[in-house]
Nanobody
Framework: QVQLVESGGGLVQAGGSLRLSCAASGRTFSNYVMGWFRQAPGKEREFVAAINWSGTSTSYADFGKGRFTISRDNGKNMVYLQMRSLKPEDTAVYYC???????????WGQGTQVTVSS
């Protein structure tokens, strides 16, 4: 089992920045690919970004390329999502997730709300 707790969400004006954090506990954190997802009201959950176990490989949804940066600190069992140039359409609940040997995101946090005002 892996427990994930997100933090860092809040209200920000368009063009601003936020850094989301995800604290992991439980099994060996470095064994997992970590991802960020988001879900806006009335919409399906969508992929935002992912990072491999060592932090040497990342992937992003098109809307996040050039604006979002995912990173991890295995020594602290943390994963981060730095978001810049935020837009109102980035408003959503952001979730941290872990993918292990099953190759599926089996573990999820409770989410943190990000609201971007115009």
């Amino acid at each position: 089992q892996v427990q994930l707790v997100e933090s860092g969400g809040g209200l920000v004006q368009a063009g601003g920045s936020l850094r989301l954090s995800c604290a992991a506990s439980g099994r060996t954190f470095s064994n997992y690919v970590m991802g960020w997802f988001r879900q806006a009201p009335g919409k399906e959950r969508e992929f935002v970004a992912a990072i491999n176990w060592s932090g040497t490989s990342t992937s992003y949804a098109d809307f996040g390329k050039g604006r979002f940066t995912i990173s991890r600190d295995n020594g602290k069992n943390m994963v981060y999502l730095q978001m810049r140039s935020l837009k109102p359409e980035d408003t959503a609940v952001y979730y941290c997730a872990a993918k292990g040997a099953s190759m599926q995101y089996d573990y999820w946090g409770q989410g943190t709300q990000v609201t971007v005002s115009s």
